[in-house]
């Protein structure tokens, strides 16, 4: 629960007696907001001189329309002062400071604020890849001089926008993506959205564009930005939710034209479209879908609050609603750690993206907890149709770091769930309505090393409604040419079926007339031994007491066998393995194995950037201690809900060696000796 605390140093904090600025941090304050603290400003701020906050919680300015400009509600950060929203030393992706502003307009917001980034995913390796960040930057009027400020003169390419090595093929170079061209646009002085004082043109760039920053200024140079292992400062003006181009999207006027056969058209700068445009919820094989690339958005958070987008398809009426009920919604997605890779002859290729996809306006496929956007976070956005949409981002803004239940009202303070019990344990509320043949359940496989590190998964999803086989009405598909785990499409009666070849991240088959048919199931990974372990999901949800019909999913070896998957169980093995299958429910005579899948343990392990504990399903909750390598105990938190992975909190910018200790509430403990 989110403590309404705040700790102040120096004696300058004060409210005023006008309305326009409730909050006054004077000349030389120090105000510190420590993490998991909301502090409540019912009108303006202002600041003065070398003032500084320190924000590594919750700040919320909530300001009401006079009518009167000499009343009007304003925040002013003086140039002088610092507002700096923190970005934990400890766990920087997923613990960081939030700034929420509401009813103050645009005119009123003068001064910038530091926002400390650290981010979730590194797209693309560290070593050699020209790969970009994508990334949003959530500031009104955010300049070319701005963005260079931030990783020093020299690194990025913002002069040079000739059609060649030097200019626009520059691995410095940096762009923005242009919905309505279907390409990407350079930043760059007097280029196609900026003046020649680096000015955007609002007509191209506001704070939900979505950019694709270099990290180094040569192939196999050293980078000059790391984004997940290192902290780095976005200076801006916040935006006011008052101006609607700030904070809404038309999800209209994208690209209509031809990409030619299989991208082989060639965009303005003669760019083949297949070198560099992707389409996770669409096939490439034998030919590109007739929608491939088409009716797909790309844009940014604009906010420097999370978003919360589970329900922007689902219409919710009065305190529920978040103004959103985008119909034709098909999916979301973004691209996590991987190899996001561009070199100048051979275009782009790019790693799985987090998925997610919806039936009956609800998420019930792939990735169903990853409907939360962080700031600086940029994402795609498929519609099914053509059919004009607006996206509105005001009433999706949320503080924690997961979705509100349904049921609870929407605000950016609501709780996980409608009790602070139930949110303790993170027990998820029933979903709304869906109709029966809209249901969606699912198994997700998962490949862990030996370490315990994520490498790749997949996703099987049934639905009474869901087509089986390779079609174009099959909606809950996603792809990704870049796989360690992945089915392929199954022919009616089951298998492989040869003619089509794309690698699927998410399939579905009908739950009915695919019923104990096989999906088939193939690793390429020959590196080390790993683990599969496996998670039951439905109506988007998982399920630790399996799918509520009673039937089941199985996993079918390489020796033919049949295993039950329970969620949160595992099976070790290792080498690639072409002969597998998934199924939903055990065809008739199949022979269950003699070596069952394993039930969960609690494991510490290593995910993305950061360690996280993953816990048993029979652990119902847990503390976890971190001690240094000399047995001082650095930190210790209990009562931790074990329905996700819990993050533990180390300083990952330090190079040390840390011992984790897990402890069950009936006693059980895990330990680990783990090298940041």
Do not use: C, H
Not at 250 to 275: C, P, Q
Not at 370 to 375: D, S
Not at 381 to 408: D, E, M, P
Not at 581 to 595: F, K, V
Request: glycine fraction near 10%.
């Amino acid at each position: 629960m989110i403590k309404k605390l705040f700790l102040l140093n120096l004696g300058f904090f004060s409210s005023m007696g006008f309305s326009q600025v409730l909050t006054y941090v004077g000349n030389s304050a120090l105000v510190t907001i420590q993490p998991q603290t909301l502090v409540y400003n019912g009108g303006g701020l202002q600041t003065a001189a070398s003032a500084i906050v320190n924000n590594s919680g919750n700040v919320m300015i909530r300001g009401t329309a006079t009518g009167n400009d000499g009343t009007e509600p304003r925040i002013t950060i003086d140039p002088l002062s610092t507002f700096r929203i923190v970005s934990s030393n400890t766990n920087g992706a997923a613990d960081y400071g939030q700034l929420y502003i509401t009813g103050v307009s645009q005119t009123n917001i003068t001064g910038k604020v530091s926002k400390e980034y650290r981010a979730e995913y590194l797209n693309g390796n560290t070593t050699t890849n020209t790969g970009r960040q994508q990334i949003g930057l959530p500031f009104y009027n955010f300049t070319i001089p701005e963005l260079v400020s931030v990783f020093g003169a020299g690194n990025l390419n913002v002069t040079n926008t000739a059609n060649n090595s030097a200019g626009r093929f520059n691995v410095a170079s940096a762009f923005w993506w242009n919905n309505a061209r279907a390409r990407f646009d350079q930043i760059a002085y007097s280029g196609t959205a900026y003046d020649a004082a680096g000015n955007p043109n609002a007509s191209f760039i506001n704070p939900m564009t979505y950019y694709i920053l270099p990290r180094r200024t040569a192939a196999s140079t050293t980078a000059f930005w790391n984004p997940s292992g290192e902290t780095k400062t976005f200076v801006g003006t916040p935006v006011s939710d008052m101006t609607t181009s700030n904070v809404q999207l038309s999800l209209s006027g994208g690209y209509t034209g031809s990409f030619g056969v299989n991208g082989n058209s060639a965009n303005f700068f003669g760019e083949r479209y297949y070198s560099y445009l992707d389409d996770p919820f669409g096939t490439k094989t034998p030919n590109w879908s007739a929608d491939y690339g088409l009716n797909l958005y790309q844009m940014s958070n604009p906010f420097l609050t999370n978003l919360d987008l589970k329900y922007i398809a689902q219409g919710e009426t009065g305190n529920l609603s978040d103004g959103n009920t985008i119909t034709n919604l098909e999916g979301i997605a973004y691209y996590t750690t991987g190899n996001v890779a561009w070199a100048i002859r051979t275009g782009s290729t790019y790693s799985t993206a987090l998925m997610v996809k919806l039936s009956s306006g609800v998420f019930q496929a792939g990735d169903t907890n990853a409907t939360v956007i962080r700031p600086l976070g940029a994402f795609m956005v498929k519609l099914s149709s053509a059919t004009a949409q607006t996206i509105n981002f005001n009433g999706t803004r949320r503080f924690k770091y997961s979705s509100r239940a349904a049921g609870v009202d929407n605000s950016v303070t609501a709780a996980r769930n409608t009790s602070s019990s139930t949110e303790q344990e993170g027990e998820p509320q029933s979903l709304i309505d869906i109709p029966a043949d809209k249901i969606v359940k699912q198994v997700a496989v998962v490949m862990y090393d030996s370490e315990g590190d994520e490498l790749d998964r997949t996703y099987y999803a049934v639905s009474p409604s869901a087509v089986t086989g390779f079609s174009s009405l099959a909606k809950l598909q996603g792809y990704s040419p870049d796989k360690k785990i992945f089915t392929k499409e199954e022919k009616y009666d089951g298998g492989l079926d040869a003619n089509y070849n794309d690698k699927l991240y998410i399939n579905e088959a009908n739950e009915i007339d695919f019923k104990s048919k096989q999906i088939p199931l193939y690793i390429d990974f020959a590196d080390e031994p790993y683990q599969l372990k496996f998670e039951v999901y439905e109506k988007g949800e998982r399920v630790a007491d399996g799918l509520s019909n009673g039937n089941s999913f199985y996993f079918k070896n390489a020796d033919g066998q049949f295993v039950k998957i329970v969620d949160g169980d595992s099976i070790a093995m290792n080498g690639s393995q072409q002969n597998l299958g998934l199924y939903y429910e055990m065809p008739a005579g199949g022979t269950l194995g003699t070596d069952n899948a394993t039930k969960a343990q609690t494991i510490i392990a290593k995910k993305d950037s950061q360690w996280v504990v993953r816990f048993a399903k029979d652990w119902k909750n847990a503390s976890v201690e971190v001690y240094s390598a000399a047995g001082q105990l650095l930190n210790s938190k209990s009562q931790i809900s074990t329905g996700t992975d819990y993050t533990i909190p180390l300083n990952y910018q330090a190079k040390s060696v840390f011992v984790v200790k897990a402890i069950s509430d009936k006693g059980e403990v895990v330990i680990k000796k783990i090298i940041n």
